[in-house]
C-alpha cells in the first residue's frame, strides 16, 4: 500500500504458510490455499512491511519501535467457501485479539522505556 503497510496472513504449524496482500481477504485466502485441504485456521494483521516479518511457524516478528502501529484483524477459520471467526476452543478470535493486542502495547512500551533510558 501507498503507506507502507500490508495485511499479513499466516497459518500456524511447522509448515505453515503465509501471504500478504492489500486486502485481508485475499491474503487469508492465498495463505490458506498455500497450505492444503481445507479447514484451515487463518491469523490475520495489517501491519508495515518493512519492519514486519512472519516467522518459521507462522507467527510474526517486529521492530518494538513500530509495534504501535500493527493492529491485528483475527483469526479465522477459513474452507473453501467461507471465512468465519474462529470459535474453536483452542483459540478463538476474541482470545487472538485480546493476546495479539497486548502483545504490541506491551513491545512498544518495553521499546520507549529502555530508549528513554538510553537518552538519560
Request: aromatic letters at 16%; a negative charge.
Amino acid at each position: 500500500m501507498p503507506n507502507g503497510f500490508t495485511f499479513f496472513a499466516t497459518t500456524a504449524g511447522y509448515r505453515g504458510t503465509w501471504a500478504c496482500a492489500t486486502d485481508p481477504l485475499p491474503a487469508a485466502r492465498d495463505a490458506a490455499k498455500r497450505n492444503g485441504p481445507y479447514p484451515h485456521f487463518v491469523s490475520v494483521w495489517y501491519a508495515p512491511y518493512e519492519t514486519t516479518e512472519v516467522t518459521d511457524e507462522g507467527g510474526l516478528s517486529w521492530m518494538p519501535e513500530t509495534a504501535n502501529t500493527i493492529v491485528p484483524i483475527g483469526f479465522f477459520k477459513l474452507t473453501s467457501s467461507t471465512m468465519k471467526k474462529s470459535t474453536d476452543e483452542g483459540l478463538t478470535h476474541e482470545t487472538f485479539m485480546d493476546h495479539w493486542q497486548k502483545v504490541f502495547k506491551n513491545s512498544y512500551e518495553h521499546w520507549l522505556n529502555v530508549d528513554s533510558k538510553k537518552a538519560s
